[in-house]
C-alpha cells in the first residue's frame, strides 16, 4: 500500500497549495474540471515505478472515461521526478481509487485509439507498468 502514502503526500502537498489541480485536460476531451487523484473514483499515472515521483491524474466520477490520445492529456504537475513531462508515454505506474467498491478497473494501451498491448489497474489498486511502461498512449475506464 506505498501508493496511499505517496497519495497522502500529493494530498497535502496540494492542499498546501491552496488545493491545486494535478493535471488539465483539454475541455474538448469533456474531462472533469478539477481532474486530480483526490476523487471518489480517480485514475492517476505515476511517473515513477511503485508510485513515485511526479503525478497526473483525472476524477473519473464525472462521467470521463478515458484519453483516446494521451498527447491531450497534458504534462505531470506534481513535484518530484518527472514533474513538467509529458503524460504519454512517460509513465511507469498507476492507481485506481474507487472507495467503498472495488468492481471495475481501468486499462492502458500501448497504441492510440485504446489498441495494443495494454497493463490493467483493477479498482482499490496502484500497480507496476509492465506492457505499456513508459508506452502509455491512451487509457480506459471499464
Known amino acids: 500500500m506505498q ?3 505517496a497519495l497522502a503526500t500529493v494530498v497535502m502537498a496540494g492542499a498546501m497549495a491552496g488545493g491545486s489541480t494535478l493535471a ?5 476531451q469533456a474531462a472533469p474540471p478539477k481532474p486530480g ?7 492517476c499515472f505515476w511517473y515513477n515505478s511503485n508510485q513515485t515521483g511526479s503525478v497526473a491524474g483525472w476524477d473519473l466520477n464525472t462521467g ?4 483516446q490520445n494521451l498527447a491531450d492529456a497534458g ?14 508515454n512517460n509513465a511507469a ?13 481501468v486499462d492502458v494501451y500501448f497504441n492510440s485509439g485504446w ?22 498512449a491512451s487509457f480506459y475506464r471499464n
Open 37 to 43: 487523484c483526490l476523487g471518489a473514483r480517480a485514475f
Open 24 to 28: 488539465l485536460a483539454p475541455a474538448a
Open 115 to 136: 489498441t495494443g498491448a495494454s497493463d490493467n489497474v483493477p479498482a482499490c489498486s496502484g500497480v507496476n507498468l509492465v506492457k505499456t511502461k513508459n508506452n502509455n
Open 3 to 5: 501508493w496511499k502514502s
Open 75 to 88: 504534462k505531470f504537475l506534481t513535484s518530484g521526478n518527472g514533474q513538467g513531462v509529458p503524460v504519454k
Open 93 to 105: 505506474s498507476a492507481t485506481y481509487q474507487f472507495p467503498g467498491n472495488c468492481g471495475g478497473s
Open 64 to 67: 470521463f472515461r478515458g484519453f
